[in-house]
């Protein structure tokens, strides 16, 4: 049995993990190889203005091996560091389903294939779900423990496109809609802070994804990593980012206002130390969690009660 632990005051995924599999569960990064349509040509070729050259998010991954060798060396570390007993495995940097529908059943199988696996999380673009994929991947939501993330960053086409995303809300509409037709969890990536966005237009993306039955979300704050146009941006001054607690205040706004059966999977970002600009604040993960628990407890609020 997992260690009980006071209740949040929003719907943690770790604890649906707890529910799910009672024992200790953690995701293990992995780089599966892929590109992204908006590097290799096909819609741009420099990618979104805040992605660096290892894909966004996919920092700390162990390059040059393969997907299973990857997943063992991640087993060892996700042990030593926190007692977790099964695993599942993440295909997170760039477009995990840009690729035939052979290569990728070969990817993931391989995946599944290592001991103590009990699920896959698959991570990709709107954009990268032509009907034989999502079809191949409803067989892996029958057989395991599966979700689909969609990066969406905003709702907003202007947003979209000054962000230089190479796709609109339709085309995530779109995904959102067959990929639940299939029965797949769908978690949504959002980012707060972005240049062209007012604190209402943030606000309302909660009614938004209410509305189109996301079953989980994922929060990051606009942070600059070295190597991008958004830095070359933010070295001109042309980028105001936002300050902890204007940040902790608006997830907590933005939960208040999300359907309490959504999964809050991600509060915050942490982009690689290494290569982080700013906002330096974010480094601090823990403490920018517990000031939003700290927020919601001060407000006696929680997520949904403002649906």
């Known amino acids: 049995m997992v260690d009980t632990l006071p209740p949040k005051r929003y719907n943690a995924f770790s604890d649906e993990l707890k529910r799910h599999f009672d024992c200790r569960v953690h995701r293990i990064s992995v780089d599966a190889g892929f590109t992204c349509p908006n590097r290799d040509g096909t819609v741009g070729t420099i990618g979104c203005i805040f992605c660096g050259g290892h894909g966004s998010g996919a920092a700390g991954i162990r390059r040059g091996l393969s997907v299973a060798e990857q997943i063992e060396d991640g087993k060892e570390v996700m042990r030593r560091k ?20 052979e290569r990728l059943r070969a990817l993931y199988d391989e995946a599944m294939a290592v001991s103590d696996v ?17 079809e191949l991947l409803a067989e892996y939501n029958e057989k395991t423990y599966f979700w689909l993330e969609l990066g969406l960053q905003s709702p907003l086409d202007r947003t979209l496109k000054a962000i230089r995303r190479g796709h609109d809300f ?23 802070g972005l240049p062209v966005e007012s604190r209402g237009e943030m606000l309302e993306t909660a009614a938004i994804l209410n509305g189109l039955g996301i079953d989980g979300v994922k929060l990051h704050l606009l942070h600059v990593m070295e190597g991008t146009e958004l830095a070359e941006l933010y070295g001109k001054g042309e980028i105001r980012l936002l300050d902890r607690d204007e940040y902790v205040g608006l997830v907590c706004d933005f939960l208040e206002r999300l359907d309490p059966a959504i999964s809050i999977q991600r509060l915050t970002g942490d982009g690689a130390r290494d290569y982080l600009l700013a906002p330096l604040w974010s480094l601090q993960k823990f403490e920018v969690l517990n000031a939003i628990d700290g927020e919601l407890e001060r407000r006696g609020s929680f997520q949904g009660c403002k649906t």
């Open 82 to 101: 926190y007692k977790a007993h099964k695993f599942i495995a993440y295909f997170q940097a760039y477009s995990n389903t840009y690729a035939p529908v």
């Open 118 to 134: 009990v699920g896959l999380i698959i991570g990709t673009r709107p954009d990268c779900l032509p009907e034989d994929v999502v």
């Open 170 to 192: 339709a085309a995530f509409v779109d995904a959102v809609r067959r990929s639940k037709a299939r029965g797949l969890r769908v978690c949504a990536h959002v980012i707060f």
